[in-house]
């Protein structure tokens, strides 16, 4: 038999029994001496009269059991000398489970990962609580030890409790089968009382079922506390089983959960406010910090709605629908905004909100970072936050402030973050320490957020009035219409509200129920178009004014006449020919003819203002800006190729409507293009269509597939800079990326005695070239108040005409007038014409004609808005005084 095994008696009664290395049985513990069973008789709860078995066995095999052998010779019943039999192995049997064995042992420490966590799981504990042995315990007991698990063995009430709190095993087996011996129900929930339970997984072992009997509910099982439910089966290859996919189930499970109180307990110690809510806003954690900071008890909080924002002058009306909106959509949200506390006071935060997406790729929870933003108001409270985490405790009411500053200065890591000038300031430390503090943790994603870090940083050491203005300028760069300008600032003129907000806005909501959907000319026969076969090949009164196209002073109202208003293809294939198109796409001139023929089809000549006439007039000063040295010497041959399909295609299939009416009508362009760059989008996405539609016309057909995406997604992106809401946001960006740094430079050169009069190259800056593509597309569609002033003239009169017609029809479908101004019976086209140049002409203009050098255009302006104000002032509302129209 080996030696004997060791044994330990506790203070309650409970024998541990550990096998020597030769002790091999689980049950050979039950082989003690009657002497010895008879002096510990009385420490045990029997259940049974015959049985002296102890009522704990630990069973920890450093080897692999062989088949155990008989046990109690004397008391053997025929179902015990059945199981002797079947435990007695071969060989060969016996070699398969110590195999079987030693493999389960090298894998017996297991690693789990959960999260960015990696952690190592011992092998899993097992209780069996059985009030008798049988073929059950025993298959359970074996299925341990081939699981490599460690095991124990009770078999009362009392013995299991004490095991398990010992122990704190991750699976417990009781028996459910026989309720004279004890209640297993009982059992169930007194450990189930105890709180290392929480993460322990209980097994019911339930008797078979005969045929004759009805299936019972687990109901009363899970009442009781219990997991899982084992019908009775010996076999070591169920038990074997179950509790495999119990560990790898359940088990596995617990022990992350276990593994996450780590992380609530670095959230408990962290010195930003952590809130955690559902994905409906009910707050499901809040840690200590955020309690400090809010004034609120975590019990206030805890299942209760999230309310935080409060309203308040200092916060835009849909702030709290932007972040919603943002981080519904499973996006990170940071910004800054002002909270209530509890006392009632407002404090400004900057907040960091995550979402959390779970099973099925939705999102389950919010979490939320909050800081303290170091402002004047802001000082006080965080002074005393600051105080209340440090000094937590301490009760002496003699500390001196200084001392309280020359702690802080200990505890931080910056050296640099608690310099200070003056040791009797303790608020300014302190507000230094915190805003620096915040300063190092924040993860700065944009060039926004370096800005508004930067200004907050200034802040520090700047005077009251001075930290108050930058307050206000944080406010303004933390909206996101950066680049709208204020109309209220200007007098408030009714025409230039007008024509800005018509221009700049994508309209109101729909009103009615009418729909605006304007006609496709996708279909549209051009066949009776007479084009030319080759560029010489064009009629002498056409080819004599397209002599003089390389000139700004170029009619192409002429133009538009002697071509039956179908200028586009003659002037067009003049300029592609001398730029050089149809060789860098590789494509035949008849190709290039076809492709005119049909975006020229595609404009409306119904328009009095946005058609083809319009689109070649853009194209001539695309072509006329390109020839300029600067911009030639800043771009390459495939943006001056980009540039002349743009211009050409800008407008292509326009209704002569506003997108503000598109939208505001409920048009088909706008649902298709979410009332966003609605014209813009369709002109550019239809010109791409036409062209790939047909081979005949395909420019694009034989060039390489790179260089024809780097060239779509230029034209786009030219012809998406037409679209006027960000037309503020580009001046001002080519104004600050090109503009700036040239004066810079050439001031440099200047000083240095330099002659170069050429301008920075930005060809080694793609972000540089595309400012001036589409700087320069901005400036050809809307050049009009820089031509001649009969060219200037004319336009003015079609683009108001078209306006007119606008307004004629919102009010005769009841749609929202965008422009009420533009009404034909009351209408001053002067006015209109001022607000235009002054909002949107001067300043751009100003700024390309630093880059470019444009005097001739510049000139035209000068004369064309003094015209304009001529007429306003002689309280004139049409295009001339009444003496002109007569001549």
């Excluded at 060969?92 to 690693?111: D, F, P, R």
């Excluded at 915040?438 to 009035?465: D, F, G, Y």
């Excluded at 496709?520 to 090949?537: E, R």
């Excluded at 230029?714 to 080519?734: C, G, R, S």
Aim: charged content about 25%; some cysteine.
């Amino acid at each position: 038999m080996g030696c004997a095994p060791s044994i330990h008696v506790s203070q309650s009664g409970v024998i541990y029994c550990r096998d020597s290395d030769e002790s091999t049985s689980p049950h050979q513990t039950a082989a003690l001496s009657q002497g010895t069973a008879a002096t510990l008789h009385g420490l045990f709860v029997k259940t049974d009269a015959a049985d002296s078995i102890p009522s704990v066995l630990a069973y920890q095999s450093r080897q692999p059991p062989p088949c155990p052998g008989p046990r109690r010779q004397e008391r053997r019943e025929p179902a015990a000398a059945g199981r002797a039999g079947a435990r007695r192995c071969c060989s060969s049997a016996e070699a398969e489970t110590q195999t079987s064995h030693a493999s389960v042992k090298q894998a017996s420490t297991t690693e789990v990962q959960i999260g960015p966590m990696r952690l190592t799981q011992d092998p899993v504990q097992v209780l069996l609580i059985f009030a008798k042995e049988d073929n059950q315990s025993d298959g359970f007991w074996w299925a341990c030890d081939r699981a490599g698990y460690r095991c124990n063995f009770a078999r009362t009430p009392e013995s299991a409790l004490e095991c398990f709190l010992d122990k704190h095993h991750e699976i417990i087996v009781i028996d459910h089968r026989h309720a004279r011996y004890f209640d297993a129900e009982a059992i169930c929930r007194s450990i189930r009382a105890t709180k290392p339970s929480e993460h322990t997984v209980i097994l019911a072992v339930v008797p078979c079922i005969s045929a004759d009997q009805e299936e019972t509910s687990v109901l009363p099982l899970l009442h009781a506390g219990f997991d899982r439910r084992f019908m009775e089966n010996s076999s070591i290859i169920a038990c074997y089983n179950e509790l495999i996919q119990i560990e790898h189930g359940e088990v596995r499970s617990q022990f992350k959960l276990r593994a996450s109180n780590s992380v609530f307990t670095a959230l408990d110690h962290c010195h930003e406010a952590i809130e955690i809510t559902s994905e409906d806003h009910v707050i499901q954690y809040v840690n200590p910090a955020f309690e400090r900071m809010m004034g609120y008890h975590k019990g206030e909080l805890m299942g209760k709605e999230l309310t935080e924002l409060p309203k308040s002058d200092k916060n835009r009306a849909d702030l709290l629908d932007t972040i919603n909106m943002c981080i519904k959509k499973g996006k990170e949200w940071q910004g800054v905004y002002y909270a209530r506390r509890k006392s009632g006071d407002s404090i400004q935060q900057h907040v960091r909100i995550t979402p959390v997406i779970g099973q099925g790729g939705k999102i389950r929870h919010f979490v939320s970072i909050k800081k303290l933003c170091c402002t004047n108001e802001n000082n006080k409270q965080l002074y005393k936050i600051h105080r209340d985490e440090k000094y937590a405790g301490d009760n002496s009411q003699a500390e001196s402030h200084s001392f309280r500053c020359k702690n802080r200065r200990k505890e931080s890591i910056d050296v640099k973050s608690i310099t200070s000038r003056s040791s009797d300031a303790p608020s300014l430390q302190n507000r230094r320490y915190s805003s620096m503090a915040r300063i190092h943790s924040m993860t700065i994603e944009a060039p926004i957020t370096k800005v508004i870090n930067i200004i907050n940083t200034a802040q520090e050491n700047s005077p009251v009035t001075v930290a108050e203005a930058l307050d206000r300028v944080l406010e303004i760069l933390r909206t996101t219409e950066l680049y709208s300008p204020q109309l209220g600032t200007k007098d408030e003129d009714p025409h230039t509200s007008d024509l800005v907000g018509g221009l700049m806005t994508d309209g109101l909501r729909r009103l009615s129920g009418n729909e605006y959907v304007f006609s496709k000319n996708m279909n549209q026969s051009y066949s009776h178009l007479s084009v030319p076969i080759t560029v010489n090949d064009v009629p002498p009164c056409i080819a004599q004014l397209l002599d003089n196209e390389e000139s700004w002073d170029f009619n192409i109202f002429e133009l538009e006449a002697v071509t039956n208003k179908r200028p586009l293809v003659y002037l067009g294939l003049k300029v592609f020919a001398r730029f050089g198109v149809c060789e860098f796409l590789n494509c035949s001139e008849a190709t290039l003819r076809a492709w005119f023929q049909v975006i020229e089809a595609n404009y409306h000549s119904t328009n009095s203002y946005h058609n083809s006439t319009h689109a070649a007039d853009v194209l001539h000063a695309t072509a006329f800006f390109l020839g300029k040295e600067r911009v030639k010497g800043n771009l390459d041959h495939l943006d001056e190729v980009a540039a002349l399909i743009a211009a050409t295609v800008h407008d292509v299939d326009h209704p002569g409507r506003t997108n503000s009416f598109l939208c505001n009508a409920g048009s088909e362009l706008a649902v298709l293009y979410n009332d966003t760059a609605v014209l813009e989008s369709h002109h550019t996405a239809l010109a791409f269509q036409l062209t790939a539609k047909d081979n005949k016309c395909n420019i694009f057909k034989n060039i390489d597939r790179n260089h024809y995406r780097t060239l779509r997604q230029a034209i786009i992106d030219m012809v998406l800079a037409t679209e006027m809401t960000k037309h503020f946001e580009h001046v001002n960006k080519f104004v600050n990326s090109i503009n700036k740094p040239m004066a810079s430079e050439e001031t440099n050169s200047n000083s240095e005695g330099s002659d170069c009069e050429c301008a920075p190259n930005v060809k080694n800056f793609p972000e540089n070239q595309t400012l001036i593509k589409r700087m320069m597309i901005k400036c050809a569609d809307v050049a009009n108040p820089c031509r001649p002033l009969e060219l200037c003239i004319e336009w003015a009169g079609r683009i108001s005409e078209e306006y007119f017609a606008q307004t004629d029809e919102e009010k005769r479908q009841g749609l929202p007038v965008v422009m009420p101004v533009f009404d034909r019976k009351t209408c001053s086209i002067p006015k209109s014409q001022i607000s235009f140049i002054d909002y949107f002409i001067t300043d751009m203009f100003d700024a390309w004609d630093a880059f470019a050098h444009l005097p001739v255009l510049m000139e035209h302006l000068a004369v064309n808005y003094k015209h304009w104000k001529t007429l306003d002032e002689l309280k004139c509302k049409s295009l001339r005084l009444p003496a002109e129209n007569n001549n």
